[in-house]
T-cell receptor
Framework: AQSVAQPEDQVNVAEGNPLTVKCTYS??????LFWYVQYPNRGLQFLLK??????LVKGSYGFEAEFNKSQTSFHLKKPSALVSDSALYFCAVRVSGYSTLTFGKGTMLLVSP | EAQVTQNPRYLITVTGKKLTVTCSQN?????MSWYRQDPGLGLRQIYY???????DKGDVPEGYKVSRKEKRNFPLILESPSPNQTSLYFCASSRQGQGAPYEQYFGPGTRLTVT
């Protein structure tokens, strides 16, 4: 069975500092990995995905994520955090275009002014 | 505007009273799915559909039904709601393909309370 772990319930960072939101996964086969963001009282919005190729993936709003196969990780990063980045972030994995999408439990990112 | 719509957005009901949450997408997506979001548990998939008349169970299907008679609509049915189905529900859709897993587009959510 596939699974996703987001080890931090909450990440606190000051505005202007770099941020990292961690994600590790477990699958049988090659993973397809996704990051979504949820703002208060809103649905989830897609940020970026890794399918194959370059391990560094760039996405919306200046976010990027690095795929590390040996560590089975897909950490979300941003060089300089904004207060408006404060939201709930979900990592998700599937193993094919036809398989179910499994989400992590989410990490709340709080960026202080 | 490309979007996934859900109705109602908020619903308070009583145990045992059948209800339906509608979901519609205007992107001609093959794949549609329902999730529930609970604190500390993230999103868990209830049911999904890969195309018209093709549905399958997700991780937490008990107490729910779905149907996919039209490509754009994917209603979620609770035949006899119970308090443990109090949750935030999301519908999502995406294109479908084996070698190119596409990102999902989510609706705004339906907050259901069962008393």
């Amino acid at each position: 069975a596939q699974s996703v772990a987001q080890p931090e319930d909450q990440v606190n960072v000051a505005e202007g500092n770099p941020l990292t939101v961690k994600c590790t996964y477990s699958v049988s086969g090659n993973p397809y990995l996704f990051w979504y963001v949820q703002y208060p009282n809103r649905g989830l919005q897609f940020l970026l995905k890794y399918i194959t190729g370059d391990n560094l993936v760039k996405g919306s709003y200046g976010f990027e994520a690095e795929f590390n196969k040996s560590q089975t990780s897909f950490h979300l990063k941003k060089p300089s955090a904004l207060v408006s980045d404060s939201a709930l972030y979900f990592c998700a994995v599937r193993v094919s275009g036809y398989s179910t999408l499994t989400f992590g439990k989410g990490t709340m990112l709080l960026v202080s002014p | 505007e490309a979007q996934v719509t859900q109705n109602p957005r908020y619903l308070i009901t009583v145990t045992g009273k059948k209800l339906t949450v509608t979901c519609s997408q205007n992107m001609n997506h093959e794949y549609m799915s329902w999730y529930r979001q609970d604190p500390g548990l993230g999103l868990r998939q209830i049911y999904y559909s890969m195309n018209v008349e093709v549905t399958d169970k997700g991780d937490v299907p008990e107490g729910y039904k779905v149907s996919r008679k039209e490509k754009r609509n994917f209603p979620l049915i609770l035949e006899s709601p119970s308090p443990n189905q109090t949750s935030l529900y999301f519908c999502a859709s995406s294109r479908q393909g084996q070698g190119a897993p596409y990102e999902q587009y989510f609706g705004p959510g339906t907050r259901l309370t069962v008393t």
